[in-house]
């Protein structure tokens, strides 16, 4: 069993900046470890993973940085040039069983989830 605790969401203006963490209850998270995201409406969708590098979405590619502190237990998502059209609830997830270089943005990988930081962009 793996417990993952979001912070960092917020209410910004288009343009501004929030990180994101995820704090996990394990002496480590050498393993995948992933960002999504959920919009009122939508269906949840990947935005980034890692493994030793980082997978993104097309949408938020050069935009949004993911990083990990194994020691720490922590999983990072730095925003930047926030949209709009970012607004949604963001949940980390985890894959102990799934250890590789770059870790994939599908569901089916995950099997342990936070229970999300609400992200607000405003226009």
């Known amino acids: 069993q793996v417990q993952l605790v979001e912070s960092g969401g917020g209410s910004v203006q288009a343009g501004g900046s929030l990180r994101l963490s995820c704090a996990a209850s394990?002496?480590?998270?050498?393993?995948?470890m992933g960002w999504f995201r959920q919009a009122p409406g939508k269906e949840r969708e990947g935005v980034a993973a890692i493994g030793n590098f980082g997978t993104y979405a097309d949408s938020v590619k050069g935009r949004f940085t993911i990083s990990k502190d194994n020691a720490k237990a922590t999983l990072y998502l730095q925003m930047d040039n926030l949209k709009p059209e970012d607004t949604a609830m963001y949940h980390c997830?985890?894959?102990?069983?799934?250890?590789?270089?770059?870790?994939?943005?599908?569901?089916?990988?995950?099997?342990?989830w936070g229970q999300g930081t609400q992200v607000t962009v405003s226009s």
């Open positions: 394990a002496s480590s998270i050498n393993y995948c």
């Open positions: 997830a985890a894959a102990p069983s799934y250890r590789t270089s770059r870790c994939p943005t599908r569901q089916n990988v995950y099997n342990y």
